[in-house]
């Protein structure tokens, strides 16, 4: 496979695993199919470099993506990082880490654009309708996949449930339980238990082995860098981010919006552990309560926005970041001031991860045999299941029901739907769009296409 690869797009360059040229093509495919959050994410990128590229082998891309769980920040960005540093080294994490993002940017901007250009429309509204009924039934896809790749034991599926359980009906913090899983997969692997062994059932279920891929066993020379190699990377990737902060609070002054927005949002990527929906609660209080950037009705409207873009469903903080400075321009035009909050709100937001991953990927992969880091992580991602699980019903609830009445019982703490406040239309999209993909097996784009126009036709006809 990987001969044929290279005799198609010319040989790979000194480092390289495939050719740099097809992995930049790969690498803007990923970013155009990210819908659905990062369990979508996730799952487009390993069907693209698994399963029809074979360029990196299932335990590999388990192993990644379970280290880029333990990190702040978006962890299909940062494993699209990882991936790309394995199979190109550090220009292939530079163009991974950029393509990914790069279509959620541009789509967001110019809905941004749009949003303070035209405002509501009926055509927008249904749009919107029919894309968040295409949204539940491609990140329960995801689900399936992932958790079909992931729980190969009967431990791994009891780490899952308790997960979803503890973050479902109990209110549990998600860095607590993701802290949990991993002291219970450390312990159950140095105690010899086989379901939580590193390597232990990744290809049980048809998982391509990392012998058969094209990466190998072992990456070509990246997890043995010096410490001297590894800290000049990490320097030169943290002063990239924070010397645009120190400059702009400098030059501007802290309470300056630009500076604000530099600062909240590094500090937002510092903290940002297990994902978008479990920051949304303080990221809102404080761009709405706190700075008085956007209403909890645009809060909400930007979340739609960035739930039905490519790209990491953190992406919101740009249609923040975008409002704000519109709002604050001070001597700048309002939507030159707007354009750039929204740039360097994505900046700062997603250059962390570069660093996470550039400092920290050399190490992981030196220790990837050992029994219980490889127990731990493992853990950590069968709770992650546990985790997107819990997402998926939220977000599948609050798409078909319009009222929730909340549920305080002991140590029950959890949101129940009113069934009175069933959306007829909403429910029926939904199920036609789970039709789609699980029934027709319509691709992504397609299914989120035909969904959008759905919608839109029913609101425009007055029926949604």
């Not at 279920?205 to 990466?215: F, H, Y």
């Not at 009113?418 to 299914?447: C, E, K, M, W, Y």
């Amino acid at each position: 496979m990987a001969e044929a690869t290279g005799m198609a797009t010319g040989a790979p360059g000194r480092g390289d695993v495939v050719p740099f040229g097809e992995a930049l093509r790969v690498w803007a495919r990923v970013a155009a199919l990210s819908f659905g959050g990062p369990a979508g994410q996730i799952a487009v990128m390993h069907r693209i470099v698994v399963d029809e590229k074979r360029w990196v082998g299932e335990a590999r891309f388990l192993h990644a993506l379970n280290f880029c769980m333990l990190l702040p920040g978006p962890e299909a960005h940062q494993l699209a990082i990882y991936l790309g540093w394995l199979l190109n080294g550090i220009r292939g994490a530079l163009a991974a880490g950029v393509f990914f993002v790069l279509p959620g940017f541009v789509a967001m901007l110019a809905l941004s654009v749009a949003y303070v250009t035209l405002g509501e429309t009926p055509l927008v509204e249904g749009l919107f309708v029919g894309l968040r009924a295409a949204v539940v039934a491609i990140v329960l896809q995801a689900l399936l996949r992932i958790g079909g790749r992931t729980l190969t034991s009967q431990a791994t599926i009891a780490v899952a449930a308790l997960a979803f359980v503890a973050l479902a009906f109990l209110d549990a913090p998600f860095p607590l339980v993701i802290l949990a899983a991993g002291i219970v997969g450390w312990a159950a692997a140095r105690a010899g238990v086989k379901g939580l062994a590193p390597g232990h059932g990744h290809a049980a279920r048809g998982g391509l082995a990392d012998r058969d891929s094209a990466l190998g066993e072992e990456p070509p020379g990246r997890d043995r860098d010096g410490l001297r190699g590894v800290l000049r990377v990490a320097g030169l990737t943290a002063a990239l981010w924070l010397a645009p902060v120190a400059i702009l609070v400098l030059a501007l002054g802290p309470d300056n919006v630009f500076a604000r927005i530099a600062g909240f949002f590094s500090l937002l990527a510092v903290v940002t552990f297990g994902g978008a929906y479990a920051v949304l609660a303080y990221l809102a209080q404080a761009a709405v309560e706190t700075y008085g950037w956007l209403s909890p009705a645009e809060m909400l409207d930007g979340l739609g926005l960035a739930e039905t873009t490519p790209g990491p469903l953190i992406m919101v903080v740009q249609f923040i970041g975008f409002l704000a400075a519109w709002r604050n321009p001070g001597a700048l035009d309002p939507m030159l001031a707007a354009v750039l909050g929204a740039t360097l709100t994505t900046w700062v937001t997603f250059a962390p991860s570069f660093l996470w991953i550039l400092a920290g990927a050399p190490f992981v992969e030196r220790l990837r045999g050992a029994r219980g880091l490889g127990g731990a992580l493992r853990a950590i991602t069968a709770a992650v299941v546990g985790v997107i699980l819990s997402l998926a019903l939220w977000f599948a609830s609050h798409v078909i029901f319009a009222a929730h009445v909340p549920v305080r019982a002991g140590w029950l703490d959890f949101e129940r739907p009113v069934p009175a406040s069933v959306d007829p239309l909403s429910l029926a999209l939904v199920a036609a769009a789970l039709v789609a993909v699980f029934v027709l097996r319509l691709g992504l784009l397609a299914t989120l296409g035909l969904a959008a126009a759905a919608g839109a036709a029913l609101r425009l006809a007055g029926i949604a």
